[in-house]
Protein backbone atom coordinates (compact mmCIF):
# COMPACT_ATOMS: atom_id res chain seq x y z
CA UNK A 1 0.00 0.00 0.00
CA UNK A 2 2.68 2.68 0.86
CA UNK A 3 4.89 1.47 -2.51
CA UNK A 4 0.88 2.50 -4.31
CA UNK A 5 0.95 5.80 -2.71
CA UNK A 6 4.71 6.64 -3.26
CA UNK A 7 4.03 5.72 -7.39
CA UNK A 8 0.74 7.20 -7.16
CA UNK A 9 1.75 10.47 -5.55
CA UNK A 10 4.69 11.19 -7.99
CA UNK A 11 2.23 10.28 -10.87
CA UNK A 12 -0.53 12.75 -9.71
CA UNK A 13 2.19 15.35 -8.50
CA UNK A 14 4.13 15.73 -12.00
CA UNK A 15 1.77 13.28 -15.23
CA UNK A 16 -1.83 14.01 -13.76
CA UNK A 17 -4.16 13.68 -16.62
CA UNK A 18 -1.36 12.03 -19.01
CA UNK A 19 -1.19 8.17 -19.57
CA UNK A 20 1.84 7.55 -17.16
CA UNK A 21 4.22 8.52 -15.45
CA UNK A 22 7.89 9.87 -16.01
CA UNK A 23 9.80 9.59 -12.79
CA UNK A 24 13.22 10.61 -13.72
CA UNK A 25 12.22 13.75 -15.67
CA UNK A 26 9.46 13.84 -13.43
CA UNK A 27 7.18 14.66 -16.35
CA UNK A 28 4.15 12.99 -18.58
CA UNK A 29 4.00 10.41 -21.58
CA UNK A 30 1.77 9.70 -23.54
CA UNK A 31 2.51 7.48 -26.11
CA UNK A 32 0.38 6.11 -29.47
CA UNK A 33 -1.70 2.85 -27.87
CA UNK A 34 -5.22 4.28 -26.36
CA UNK A 35 -5.62 7.10 -29.35
CA UNK A 36 -6.63 10.43 -27.81
CA UNK A 37 -7.58 8.80 -24.60
CA UNK A 38 -6.09 9.74 -21.71
CA UNK A 39 -5.40 9.12 -17.76
CA UNK A 40 -4.46 5.46 -18.35
CA UNK A 41 -2.46 5.23 -14.79
CA UNK A 42 -6.02 7.21 -13.51
CA UNK A 43 -8.37 4.42 -15.27
CA UNK A 44 -5.88 1.45 -14.67
CA UNK A 45 -5.60 2.93 -10.53
CA UNK A 46 -9.04 2.98 -9.69
CA UNK A 47 -9.36 -0.21 -8.26
CA UNK A 48 -5.97 -0.52 -6.90
CA UNK A 49 -6.71 2.39 -4.66
CA UNK A 50 -10.40 1.35 -3.61
CA UNK A 51 -9.33 -1.98 -2.99
CA UNK A 52 -6.61 -0.97 -0.29
CA UNK A 53 -8.37 1.76 1.15
CA UNK A 54 -6.77 4.39 -0.43
CA UNK A 55 -9.64 6.28 -0.41
CA UNK A 56 -8.70 10.02 -1.12
CA UNK A 57 -6.83 9.17 -3.66
CA UNK A 58 -9.60 7.13 -4.86
CA UNK A 59 -11.80 9.85 -5.14
CA UNK A 60 -9.29 12.30 -6.62
CA UNK A 61 -9.47 9.21 -9.27
CA UNK A 62 -13.42 9.04 -9.41
CA UNK A 63 -13.64 12.55 -10.06
CA UNK A 64 -11.10 13.18 -13.19
CA UNK A 65 -12.72 9.86 -14.32
CA UNK A 66 -16.26 11.89 -14.18
CA UNK A 67 -14.73 14.92 -15.14
CA UNK A 68 -11.89 14.60 -17.62
CA UNK A 69 -11.84 11.65 -19.18
CA UNK A 70 -12.90 12.73 -22.46
CA UNK A 71 -14.25 9.35 -24.49
CA UNK A 72 -14.97 11.68 -27.66
CA UNK A 73 -11.22 11.84 -28.82
CA UNK A 74 -10.24 10.24 -31.63
CA UNK A 75 -6.95 8.77 -32.89
CA UNK A 76 -5.41 5.56 -33.50
CA UNK A 77 -5.65 3.34 -30.25
CA UNK A 78 -5.01 -0.38 -29.83
CA UNK A 79 -8.06 -2.46 -29.59
CA UNK A 80 -6.26 -4.70 -27.00
CA UNK A 81 -5.43 -2.27 -25.02
CA UNK A 82 -8.07 0.06 -24.61
CA UNK A 83 -10.21 -2.86 -23.69
CA UNK A 84 -7.82 -4.86 -21.14
CA UNK A 85 -6.68 -1.21 -19.01
CA UNK A 86 -9.77 1.35 -20.06
CA UNK A 87 -12.85 -1.04 -20.13
CA UNK A 88 -11.48 -3.34 -17.73
CA UNK A 89 -10.55 -0.34 -15.08
CA UNK A 90 -14.50 0.96 -15.76
CA UNK A 91 -16.24 -1.86 -15.53
CA UNK A 92 -14.16 -2.95 -11.71
CA UNK A 93 -14.74 0.17 -10.44
CA UNK A 94 -18.13 0.32 -11.11
CA UNK A 95 -18.79 -3.28 -9.51
CA UNK A 96 -16.61 -2.50 -6.39
CA UNK A 97 -18.00 1.30 -6.06
CA UNK A 98 -21.76 0.78 -7.60
CA UNK A 99 -20.52 4.33 -8.69
CA UNK A 100 -22.98 5.04 -11.91
CA UNK A 101 -20.78 7.41 -13.68
CA UNK A 102 -18.69 4.19 -14.15
CA UNK A 103 -20.65 2.43 -15.79
CA UNK A 104 -22.25 5.46 -18.12
CA UNK A 105 -18.66 5.55 -19.04
CA UNK A 106 -17.88 2.54 -20.01
CA UNK A 107 -20.77 1.68 -22.43
CA UNK A 108 -20.04 4.94 -24.02
CA UNK A 109 -16.55 3.27 -24.91
CA UNK A 110 -17.70 0.29 -25.51
CA UNK A 111 -19.26 1.72 -28.20
CA UNK A 112 -16.76 3.07 -29.85
CA UNK A 113 -15.10 -0.54 -30.06
CA UNK A 114 -17.65 -2.12 -32.09
CA UNK A 115 -16.81 -0.71 -35.44
CA UNK A 116 -13.73 -2.90 -35.04
CA UNK A 117 -15.21 -6.15 -35.66
CA UNK A 118 -16.55 -5.12 -39.18
CA UNK A 119 -14.04 -7.49 -40.92
CA UNK A 120 -15.53 -10.81 -43.53
CA UNK A 121 -14.95 -12.95 -40.54
CA UNK A 122 -15.91 -10.49 -37.72
CA UNK A 123 -11.93 -10.96 -36.12
CA UNK A 124 -11.07 -7.26 -34.89
CA UNK A 125 -7.87 -6.11 -36.36
CA UNK A 126 -5.42 -4.82 -34.21
CA UNK A 127 -5.97 -1.06 -34.24
CA UNK A 128 -8.89 0.90 -34.00
CA UNK A 129 -9.81 5.11 -35.31
CA UNK A 130 -11.97 5.50 -32.18
CA UNK A 131 -13.55 8.45 -33.95
CA UNK A 132 -16.49 8.42 -36.11
CA UNK A 133 -15.40 6.91 -39.01
CA UNK A 134 -14.20 3.75 -36.19
CA UNK A 135 -11.72 2.26 -39.30
CA UNK A 136 -9.77 0.02 -38.30
CA UNK A 137 -5.70 -1.35 -39.48
CA UNK A 138 -3.42 -4.52 -39.23
CA UNK A 139 -0.24 -3.55 -36.78
CA UNK A 140 1.99 -2.71 -40.06
CA UNK A 141 4.21 -4.87 -38.26
CA UNK A 142 1.90 -8.39 -38.08
CA UNK A 143 2.31 -10.41 -40.84
CA UNK A 144 0.17 -9.97 -43.67
CA UNK A 145 -2.44 -7.92 -42.20
CA UNK A 146 -2.49 -10.34 -39.78
CA UNK A 147 -4.86 -10.11 -36.36
CA UNK A 148 -3.00 -10.88 -32.96
CA UNK A 149 -4.41 -14.08 -31.11
CA UNK A 150 -3.78 -12.41 -27.85
CA UNK A 151 -5.41 -9.23 -28.85
CA UNK A 152 -8.65 -10.34 -30.33
CA UNK A 153 -8.83 -13.37 -28.11
CA UNK A 154 -8.68 -11.45 -24.93
CA UNK A 155 -11.83 -9.57 -25.19
CA UNK A 156 -14.52 -11.91 -24.37
CA UNK A 157 -14.37 -11.00 -19.92
CA UNK A 158 -15.38 -7.74 -20.37
CA UNK A 159 -17.36 -7.77 -23.49
CA UNK A 160 -19.98 -10.37 -21.70
CA UNK A 161 -20.01 -7.45 -18.95
CA UNK A 162 -20.43 -4.95 -21.41
CA UNK A 163 -23.90 -6.89 -22.60
CA UNK A 164 -24.73 -7.70 -18.90
CA UNK A 165 -24.54 -4.04 -18.00
CA UNK A 166 -26.60 -2.55 -21.72
CA UNK A 167 -28.98 -5.28 -21.93
CA UNK A 168 -27.22 -5.32 -25.24
CA UNK A 169 -26.24 -8.36 -26.61
CA UNK A 170 -23.77 -7.48 -29.05
CA UNK A 171 -20.85 -7.54 -27.50
CA UNK A 172 -21.60 -11.09 -26.31
CA UNK A 173 -22.35 -11.94 -30.20
CA UNK A 174 -18.65 -10.77 -31.33
CA UNK A 175 -16.93 -12.30 -28.90
CA UNK A 176 -18.66 -15.37 -29.36
CA UNK A 177 -18.03 -15.36 -33.51
CA UNK A 178 -14.62 -15.52 -32.69
CA UNK A 179 -14.92 -18.07 -30.20
CA UNK A 180 -17.00 -20.22 -32.70
CA UNK A 181 -14.45 -19.14 -35.75
CA UNK A 182 -11.38 -20.11 -33.19
CA UNK A 183 -13.39 -23.72 -32.22
CA UNK A 184 -13.95 -24.88 -35.76
CA UNK A 185 -10.69 -24.20 -37.44
CA UNK A 186 -8.17 -26.48 -38.50
CA UNK A 187 -5.15 -26.66 -35.58
CA UNK A 188 -1.60 -27.95 -36.23
CA UNK A 189 -1.07 -30.42 -33.65
CA UNK A 190 -4.15 -28.89 -31.52
CA UNK A 191 -2.13 -25.66 -31.21
CA UNK A 192 -3.56 -22.24 -31.92
CA UNK A 193 -0.96 -19.92 -33.99
CA UNK A 194 -0.96 -16.51 -33.11
CA UNK A 195 -1.34 -15.21 -36.45
CA UNK A 196 -4.69 -14.93 -37.88
CA UNK A 197 -6.08 -13.20 -41.58
CA UNK A 198 -9.50 -11.25 -40.55
CA UNK A 199 -10.02 -11.05 -44.30
CA UNK A 200 -9.72 -14.69 -44.81
CA UNK A 201 -10.34 -16.27 -41.51
CA UNK A 202 -6.83 -18.81 -42.06
CA UNK A 203 -4.17 -18.86 -40.12
CA UNK A 204 -1.20 -16.75 -41.53
CA UNK A 205 2.27 -18.13 -39.83
CA UNK A 206 2.66 -21.48 -37.06
CA UNK A 207 3.82 -19.30 -34.43
CA UNK A 208 2.87 -20.85 -31.37
CA UNK A 209 3.78 -18.72 -27.52
CA UNK A 210 2.24 -18.97 -24.71
CA UNK A 211 4.20 -15.53 -24.23
CA UNK A 212 3.89 -12.49 -25.53
CA UNK A 213 1.36 -12.90 -28.85
CA UNK A 214 -0.88 -15.72 -27.29
CA UNK A 215 -0.86 -15.51 -23.76
CA UNK A 216 -4.03 -14.03 -22.56
CA UNK A 217 -6.50 -15.90 -25.32
CA UNK A 218 -5.40 -18.66 -23.13
CA UNK A 219 -6.18 -17.15 -20.06
CA UNK A 220 -9.25 -15.44 -21.30
CA UNK A 221 -10.65 -19.49 -21.60
CA UNK A 222 -10.35 -20.39 -18.71
CA UNK A 223 -11.51 -17.11 -17.07
CA UNK A 224 -14.63 -17.24 -19.52
CA UNK A 225 -15.55 -21.04 -17.65
CA UNK A 226 -14.93 -19.26 -14.56
CA UNK A 227 -16.91 -16.37 -15.00
CA UNK A 228 -19.82 -18.14 -16.10
CA UNK A 229 -20.08 -19.82 -12.94
CA UNK A 230 -18.66 -23.12 -14.74
CA UNK A 231 -21.61 -23.18 -17.23
CA UNK A 232 -19.39 -22.28 -20.31
CA UNK A 233 -18.56 -25.68 -21.28
CA UNK A 234 -17.07 -24.38 -24.74
CA UNK A 235 -14.96 -22.58 -22.89
CA UNK A 236 -13.56 -25.05 -20.52
CA UNK A 237 -13.04 -27.45 -23.37
CA UNK A 238 -11.02 -25.44 -25.46
CA UNK A 239 -8.87 -24.65 -22.46
CA UNK A 240 -8.19 -28.31 -21.74
CA UNK A 241 -8.15 -28.69 -25.02
CA UNK A 242 -5.21 -26.44 -25.66
CA UNK A 243 -3.40 -26.98 -22.71
CA UNK A 244 -3.15 -30.73 -23.59
CA UNK A 245 -1.36 -29.40 -26.62
CA UNK A 246 1.12 -27.12 -24.96
CA UNK A 247 1.80 -29.73 -22.87
CA UNK A 248 2.57 -32.34 -25.41
CA UNK A 249 4.46 -29.48 -27.96
CA UNK A 250 5.68 -26.88 -26.07
CA UNK A 251 6.61 -28.02 -21.98
CA UNK A 252 9.78 -29.08 -21.91
CA UNK A 253 12.54 -29.75 -19.25
CA UNK A 254 15.78 -28.22 -18.68
CA UNK A 255 18.90 -30.41 -18.35
CA UNK A 256 18.95 -28.64 -14.70
CA UNK A 257 15.74 -30.01 -14.24
CA UNK A 258 13.77 -26.33 -14.84
CA UNK A 259 10.12 -27.06 -16.41
CA UNK A 260 9.65 -24.52 -18.92
CA UNK A 261 7.02 -23.64 -22.14
CA UNK A 262 9.23 -23.11 -25.15
CA UNK A 263 8.04 -21.58 -28.36
CA UNK A 264 6.93 -23.54 -31.53
CA UNK A 265 7.34 -21.85 -35.42
CA UNK A 266 6.42 -24.23 -37.91
CA UNK A 267 7.22 -27.89 -35.44
CA UNK A 268 10.51 -26.04 -34.79
CA UNK A 269 10.84 -25.38 -30.75
CA UNK A 270 12.73 -21.77 -29.99
CA UNK A 271 13.88 -22.54 -26.00
CA UNK A 272 12.57 -19.44 -24.76
CA UNK A 273 10.37 -18.13 -22.47
CA UNK A 274 9.15 -14.70 -22.02
CA UNK A 275 8.72 -12.85 -18.77
CA UNK A 276 5.08 -12.63 -20.31
CA UNK A 277 4.50 -16.25 -19.75
CA UNK A 278 5.27 -16.55 -16.16
CA UNK A 279 1.58 -15.58 -15.79
CA UNK A 280 0.81 -19.14 -16.77
CA UNK A 281 1.75 -20.67 -13.57
CA UNK A 282 -1.21 -19.09 -11.74
CA UNK A 283 -3.71 -19.66 -15.39
CA UNK A 284 -2.45 -23.37 -14.72
CA UNK A 285 -3.04 -23.62 -10.69
CA UNK A 286 -6.33 -21.80 -11.31
CA UNK A 287 -7.73 -24.34 -13.99
CA UNK A 288 -6.31 -27.15 -11.95
CA UNK A 289 -9.30 -27.75 -10.00
CA UNK A 290 -12.27 -28.47 -12.98
CA UNK A 291 -9.91 -30.84 -14.37
CA UNK A 292 -11.86 -33.75 -14.94
CA UNK A 293 -10.14 -36.44 -12.91
CA UNK A 294 -8.25 -36.14 -9.40
CA UNK A 295 -5.05 -37.07 -11.01
CA UNK A 296 -5.21 -34.11 -13.69
CA UNK A 297 -5.80 -32.05 -11.01
CA UNK A 298 -2.72 -32.79 -9.15
CA UNK A 299 -0.69 -33.06 -12.29
CA UNK A 300 -2.13 -29.19 -13.22
CA UNK A 301 -1.22 -28.59 -9.44
CA UNK A 302 2.42 -29.26 -9.85
CA UNK A 303 2.35 -28.59 -13.45
CA UNK A 304 1.75 -24.70 -12.14
CA UNK A 305 4.11 -24.92 -8.96
CA UNK A 306 6.76 -26.15 -11.79
CA UNK A 307 6.64 -23.35 -14.29
CA UNK A 308 6.48 -20.75 -10.96
CA UNK A 309 9.20 -22.23 -9.65
CA UNK A 310 11.30 -21.86 -13.05
CA UNK A 311 10.20 -18.22 -13.21
CA UNK A 312 11.62 -17.30 -9.45
CA UNK A 313 14.88 -18.48 -10.54
CA UNK A 314 14.63 -16.42 -13.47
CA UNK A 315 14.46 -13.86 -10.95
CA UNK A 316 16.99 -15.84 -7.95
CA UNK A 317 19.36 -16.08 -10.73
CA UNK A 318 19.84 -12.29 -11.68
CA UNK A 319 21.91 -9.47 -9.85
CA UNK A 320 18.77 -7.52 -9.01
CA UNK A 321 16.66 -10.47 -8.23
CA UNK A 322 14.04 -8.94 -10.99
CA UNK A 323 13.27 -10.96 -13.86
CA UNK A 324 14.41 -10.38 -17.56
CA UNK A 325 12.11 -9.99 -20.57
CA UNK A 326 13.04 -13.31 -21.54
CA UNK A 327 15.17 -16.09 -20.75
CA UNK A 328 16.53 -19.28 -22.57
CA UNK A 329 17.46 -22.80 -22.06
CA UNK A 330 20.35 -23.27 -24.34
CA UNK A 331 23.63 -22.86 -25.48
CA UNK A 332 24.24 -23.85 -21.50
CA UNK A 333 21.48 -20.91 -20.25
CA UNK A 334 19.17 -21.72 -17.86
CA UNK A 335 16.51 -19.25 -16.71
CA UNK A 336 18.78 -16.33 -17.82
CA UNK A 337 18.68 -14.27 -20.68
CA UNK A 338 21.61 -14.45 -23.27
CA UNK A 339 20.77 -11.58 -25.23
CA UNK A 340 21.60 -8.37 -24.26
CA UNK A 341 18.57 -7.06 -25.65
CA UNK A 342 16.09 -9.21 -23.01
CA UNK A 343 17.79 -8.63 -19.42
CA UNK A 344 15.26 -5.45 -19.20
CA UNK A 345 12.65 -5.43 -16.74
CA UNK A 346 9.58 -3.08 -16.73
CA UNK A 347 7.68 -3.35 -13.88
CA UNK A 348 5.79 -6.57 -15.04
CA UNK A 349 3.68 -8.40 -12.97
CA UNK A 350 3.58 -12.13 -14.33
CA UNK A 351 6.05 -13.65 -11.87
CA UNK A 352 3.92 -12.08 -8.67
CA UNK A 353 0.60 -13.16 -10.77
CA UNK A 354 1.56 -16.58 -10.33
CA UNK A 355 2.93 -15.96 -6.66
CA UNK A 356 -0.78 -14.68 -5.90
CA UNK A 357 -2.51 -17.50 -7.23
CA UNK A 358 -0.16 -20.35 -6.11
CA UNK A 359 -0.23 -18.83 -2.58
CA UNK A 360 -4.49 -18.56 -2.51
CA UNK A 361 -4.35 -22.12 -4.23
CA UNK A 362 -1.60 -23.99 -1.60
CA UNK A 363 -0.70 -21.71 1.27
CA UNK A 364 2.93 -22.49 0.66
CA UNK A 365 4.93 -19.93 2.70
CA UNK A 366 7.51 -19.72 0.04
CA UNK A 367 5.53 -17.69 -2.75
CA UNK A 368 5.22 -14.97 0.05
CA UNK A 369 8.47 -15.55 0.66
CA UNK A 370 9.06 -15.19 -3.25
CA UNK A 371 6.99 -12.27 -3.30
CA UNK A 372 8.56 -10.77 -0.26
CA UNK A 373 11.78 -10.99 -2.17
CA UNK A 374 10.73 -9.00 -5.02
CA UNK A 375 9.63 -6.08 -2.88
CA UNK A 376 12.78 -5.77 -1.85
CA UNK A 377 14.12 -5.81 -5.10
CA UNK A 378 11.56 -3.56 -6.42
CA UNK A 379 12.32 -1.03 -3.61
CA UNK A 380 16.01 -1.08 -4.22
CA UNK A 381 16.58 -1.55 -7.82
CA UNK A 382 13.21 0.42 -9.44
CA UNK A 383 12.31 2.99 -6.74
CA UNK A 384 13.65 6.39 -7.56
CA UNK A 385 13.00 9.48 -5.76
CA UNK A 386 9.78 10.23 -7.88
CA UNK A 387 8.17 7.24 -8.75
CA UNK A 388 9.35 3.74 -9.53
CA UNK A 389 10.68 2.88 -12.98
CA UNK A 390 11.89 -0.08 -14.76
CA UNK A 391 15.50 -1.38 -15.35
CA UNK A 392 17.43 -1.66 -18.25
CA UNK A 393 19.72 -4.70 -17.41
CA UNK A 394 18.68 -6.64 -14.64
CA UNK A 395 22.30 -8.59 -14.24
CA UNK A 396 24.10 -5.22 -13.22
CA UNK A 397 23.10 -3.79 -10.10
CA UNK A 398 24.03 0.08 -10.67
CA UNK A 399 20.38 0.51 -12.03
CA UNK A 400 20.18 1.89 -15.28
CA UNK A 401 16.28 3.39 -15.30
CA UNK A 402 14.18 3.62 -18.23
CA UNK A 403 12.14 6.15 -16.83
CA UNK A 404 9.01 4.91 -17.49
CA UNK A 405 5.92 3.94 -14.28
CA UNK A 406 4.06 1.92 -16.75
CA UNK A 407 0.45 1.88 -15.91
CA UNK A 408 0.27 -1.71 -14.94
CA UNK A 409 2.72 -1.35 -12.25
CA UNK A 410 -0.36 0.35 -10.57
CA UNK A 411 -2.69 -2.03 -11.69
CA UNK A 412 -1.20 -5.60 -11.78
CA UNK A 413 1.95 -5.86 -9.63
CA UNK A 414 1.14 -3.82 -7.02
CA UNK A 415 -2.51 -4.63 -6.91
CA UNK A 416 -1.59 -8.58 -7.15
CA UNK A 417 1.48 -7.64 -4.12
CA UNK A 418 -1.62 -6.31 -2.09
CA UNK A 419 -3.49 -9.63 -2.51
CA UNK A 420 -0.77 -11.55 -1.69
CA UNK A 421 -0.15 -10.45 1.56
CA UNK A 422 -4.25 -10.26 2.71
CA UNK A 423 -6.54 -12.75 3.24
CA UNK A 424 -8.12 -14.92 1.11
CA UNK A 425 -11.61 -13.24 1.30
CA UNK A 426 -10.29 -10.08 -0.06
CA UNK A 427 -11.85 -10.49 -3.72
CA UNK A 428 -11.68 -14.22 -3.48
CA UNK A 429 -11.50 -16.46 -6.39
CA UNK A 430 -14.76 -18.09 -6.40
CA UNK A 431 -16.58 -14.96 -6.87
CA UNK A 432 -14.08 -12.97 -8.86
CA UNK A 433 -12.19 -13.07 -12.13
CA UNK A 434 -9.34 -10.88 -12.88
CA UNK A 435 -8.99 -9.61 -16.65
CA UNK A 436 -5.23 -9.88 -17.89
CA UNK A 437 -4.84 -6.15 -16.26
CA UNK A 438 -5.48 -7.53 -12.98
CA UNK A 439 -9.22 -5.43 -13.07
CA UNK A 440 -11.04 -7.86 -11.15
CA UNK A 441 -15.01 -8.75 -12.80
CA UNK A 442 -17.50 -10.47 -10.74
CA UNK A 443 -18.84 -13.83 -11.60
CA UNK A 444 -21.98 -13.80 -13.52
CA UNK A 445 -24.64 -15.98 -11.74
CA UNK A 446 -27.84 -17.70 -13.43
CA UNK A 447 -29.53 -16.65 -10.98
CA UNK A 448 -28.88 -12.73 -10.83
CA UNK A 449 -28.19 -12.09 -14.64
CA UNK A 450 -29.91 -8.77 -13.69
CA UNK A 451 -27.05 -5.90 -12.86
CA UNK A 452 -26.23 -5.62 -9.42
CA UNK A 453 -23.36 -4.30 -8.60
CA UNK A 454 -21.13 -6.00 -5.86
CA UNK A 455 -19.93 -4.81 -2.72
CA UNK A 456 -16.23 -4.84 -2.06
C1 LIG B 1 -0.36 -6.01 -19.23
O1 LIG B 1 -0.86 -4.93 -19.92
C2 LIG B 1 -1.25 -7.23 -19.34
O2 LIG B 1 -0.93 -8.12 -18.33
C3 LIG B 1 -1.12 -7.91 -20.67
O3 LIG B 1 -1.86 -9.11 -20.70
C4 LIG B 1 0.33 -8.23 -20.95
N1 LIG B 1 1.20 -7.10 -20.77
C5 LIG B 1 1.06 -6.23 -19.65
C6 LIG B 1 1.93 -6.51 -18.47
O4 LIG B 1 3.15 -7.06 -18.66
Not at 421 to 438: G, I, Q
Request: hydrophobic content about 40%.
Amino acid sequence: MTMMKFAWDNYKQYAWGKNELRPLTRNGHIGNMFGGLRGASIVDSLDSLFIMGLLEEYGDARDWVRSSLDLSSNGEASLFEVNIRYVGGLLSAYYLTGEEMFKQKVLELGEKLLPAFNTPTGIPRGVINLGSSGTSWSWGWASAGSSILAEFGTLHLEFLHLSQLSGNPVYTEKVMNIRKLLNRMEKPHGLYPNFLSPVTGSWVQHHVSVGGLGDSFYEYLIKSYLMSDKTDQEAKTMYYSALEAIEANLVQKSVGGLTYMAEWRGGILDHKMGHLACFSGGMVGLGADDADTPQKRQHYLDLAAEITHTCHESYARSATKLGPEAFRFDGGAEATATRLSDRYYILRPEVIESYMYMWRLTHDPKYREWGWEAVEALEKHCRVESGFSGIRDVYSSSASHDNMQQSFFLSETLKYLYLLFSDDDLLPLEDWVFNTEAHPLPVIRQACLQEAPAAA
